[in-house]
């Protein structure tokens, strides 16, 4: 079947600009996650949202990052006035309701730059 | 979510068994142990997990110490493409939650 799929790929643009990441999960899959990784470093967690809310959002680094859901199947994850420190590869992932794992599905990832 | 520590790197020649180490002496009782992998220009891919007893799947086998408070995962038969970033978390098995993952450990398959 269909894994997570994320759009676009690669994402370019220039510091200040405003741009949207998209996440379709596995179909069923209620949970849905985004990661950014850095290079040389591990996944790091942005959010996770249960449904159509998010459940945890501690990780958003600031104001600038925002992540919606609106019926509880594609996300869109959200950067305003973008700078190069926001240069990384962000990840969706989902799972679905599961008493004894948590079995996370990873998407490819949209590698961002900001110049 | 207890904290892991795994080597920076590892080499193992194809067709021998790959052996990764991870320590995780802080470890709560409800906290299980789970390995991902990450192939280069992939997201990470789920391999395994335990809380005490030891696991086998079509991947992996994964030990687990009595005192929990390390694990190795074992590829019984390296290939070239196990060569990737492989991360032990370790993390109570809620419905849904975050995983924080650390660096992992390079493993590089050579012919």
């Known amino acids: 079947g269909a894994g997570v799929s994320q759009t676009p790929s690669n994402k370019v643009t220039e510091k200040g600009k405003y741009v949207e990441l998209r996440c379709d999960p596995i179909s069923g899959h209620t949970a849905l996650y985004w990661y950014r990784q850095s290079l040389g470093q591990g996944p790091e967690f942005l959010i996770y949202f249960q449904g159509t809310g998010a459940a945890d959002d501690s990780g958003l680094p600031n104001d600038r990052f925002f992540a919606v859901r609106p019926e509880g199947s594609v996300s869109t994850l959200k950067i305003q006035r973008t700078e190069r420190g926001d240069s990384a590869v962000y990840l969706c992932?989902?799972?679905?309701?599961?008493?004894?794992?948590?079995?996370?599905?990873f998407g490819p990832g949209t590698r961002l730059t900001v110049l | 979510d207890a904290k892991t520590t795994q080597p920076t790197s590892m080499d193992c020649a194809e067709g021998r068994a790959a052996n990764l180490p991870c320590n995780h002496s802080t470890i709560s009782g409800n906290e299980y142990v789970y390995w991902y992998r990450q192939i280069h220009s992939q997201g990470p891919q789920y391999i395994i997990h335990?809380?005490?007893n030891n696991e086998t799947n079509e991947m992996a086998s994964l030990i687990i110490t009595e005192d929990r408070k390390s694990s190795t995962l074992i590829l019984p038969h390296a290939t070239l493409r196990d060569t990737a970033v492989y991360y032990c978390?370790?993390?109570?098995?809620?419905?849904?939650?975050?995983?924080?993952f650390g660096t992992g450990t390079r493993l590089q398959v050579f012919p």
């Open positions: 978390i370790v993390r109570v098995a809620r419905n849904t939650d975050k995983l924080i």
């Open positions: 992932a989902s799972s679905k309701p599961s008493v004894s794992s948590n079995e996370q599905f």
């Open positions: 335990g809380l005490k």
